[in-house]
């Protein structure tokens, strides 16, 4: 089974605190992302990543950055925390498939609630 | 306009109803399509992959149709272990991201 876990599920941070989130995956996957997703807005993305050391930008990148130094890791970082980032965030990871291919199904993981005070 | 448009719902159903959930999503661009089921609180996790011909896994179809870039799903016989949000998602190869909808919650009652 895959297995992609996130380093916290309840997150409390003050604003202008550095936050990091972290996740790992254990499938050898390449694809990573980072999404928050509120109520009445869906999930969005915010960051994903197709290969170590590689990044691209998703919907909504303001206010945050990424890091993929190892495949296995994935993690999301909130330079100066401000209240309108408190959200659920959730990390999936995904096999590089090819077009149409059910490969590409994400799995995700537990998902880290962050509250921005 | 969202790219990926879901019913807005709720759905509240008795157990054994028929229920059909639509989705459009705006991007000729998508190749890969998807219905995906979150539980409360829970993580989303793949329902069923959707295929142009259509496809079926149990009491579920999935539904495609590429020219007016529409996809459906339809749940009979509902279970109240059925009651979830299902959110569906483009997939934009040439772009590797997805796009999720917003999500219809489904409540099937005793």
């Known amino acids: 089974d895959v297995k992609v876990t996130q380093s916290s599920r309840y997150l409390v941070k003050r604003t202008g605190e550095k936050v990091f989130l972290e996740c790992v995956q254990d499938?050898?996957?390449?694809?990573m992302f980072w999404y928050r997703q509120d109520p009445g807005l869906g999930l969005r993305l915010i960051y994903f990543?197709?290969?170590?050391?590689?990044?691209e930008k998703g919907d909504i990148p303001e206010g945050y950055s990424v890091s993929r130094e190892k495949k296995e890791r994935f993690s999301l970082i909130l330079e100066s925390a401000s209240t309108n980032q408190t959200s659920m965030y959730l990390c999936a990871s995904r096999v590089l498939g090819l077009a149409g291919s059910s490969y590409n199904e994400q799995f995700f993981g537990p998902g880290t609630r962050l509250t921005v005070l | 306009r969202k790219e990926v448009e879901q019913d807005p719902g709720p759905f509240n159903v008795p157990e054994g109803a028929t229920v059909a959930f639509n989705c459009t999503y705006s991007?000729?661009?998508?190749?890969?399509f998807f219905w995906y089921r979150q539980d409360c609180r829970k993580e989303p996790k793949l329902l069923m992959s959707v295929y142009s011909s259509g496809n079926e896994d149990g009491r579920f179809t999935a539904q495609l149709n590429r020219a007016s870039q529409y996809i459906s799903l339809l749940i009979r016989d509902s279970k109240l272990s059925d009651s979830a949000t299902y959110l569906c998602?483009?997939?934009?190869?040439?772009?590797?991201?997805?796009?999720f909808g917003d999500g219809t919650t489904l409540t099937v009652k005793p």
């Open positions: 990543s197709y290969d170590v050391k590689m990044k």
């Open positions: 499938m050898d996957h390449e694809n």
């Open positions: 991007n000729s661009a998508s190749q890969s």
């Open positions: 998602v483009v997939f934009n190869t040439n772009a590797g991201k997805s796009t």
